[in-house]
């Protein structure tokens, strides 16, 4: 089961972290996906992350502010949110998936975890 944590009310220009960890399973064989979903939108994919930490996607709206991580020794997986604007604001998940695509991300999600609601006010 995974599980997203770590979000909160906030500022324009705050920073946060969210967190995401697993049980029952290791993260170590998975790519590792954030996504979000705005009041009335779809999700979309944030960013992700390939299993070895090799390499990284992120949505062109989050490039720049936010940095994914992981940490194979912890399970968790991390997505650090600099300069955050009120348009970040949604439910944020992660997922796990076979591959991270660097131009395109996650193609075919495994599993979710439960969301974290961020909130930014301007």
């Known amino acids: 089961q995974l599980q997203a944590y770590g979000g909160g009310l906030v500022q324009s220009g705050d920073s946060l972290r969210l967190s995401c960890t697993a049980s029952?399973?290791?993260?170590?064989?998975?790519?590792i996906g954030w996504f979000r979903q705005a009041p009335g939108k779809e999700r979309e994919e944030v960013s992700c992350?390939?299993?070895?930490?090799?390499?990284?996607y992120y949505n062109d709206s989050v490039k720049g502010r936010f940095t994914i991580s992981r940490d194979n020794a912890k399970n968790m997986a991390y997505l650090h949110m600099d300069n955050l604007k009120p348009e970040d604001t949604g439910v944020y998940y992660c997922?796990?998936?076979?591959?991270?695509?660097?131009?395109?991300?996650?193609?075919?999600?495994?599993?979710w975890g439960q969301g974290t609601l961020v909130t930014v006010s301007s």
């Open positions: 997922a796990t998936s076979d591959v991270c695509y660097i131009f395109s991300g996650i193609r075919d999600v495994e599993s």
């Open positions: 029952g399973f290791t993260l170590d064989y998975y790519a």
């Open positions: 992350i390939s299993h070895a930490a090799g390499h990284t």
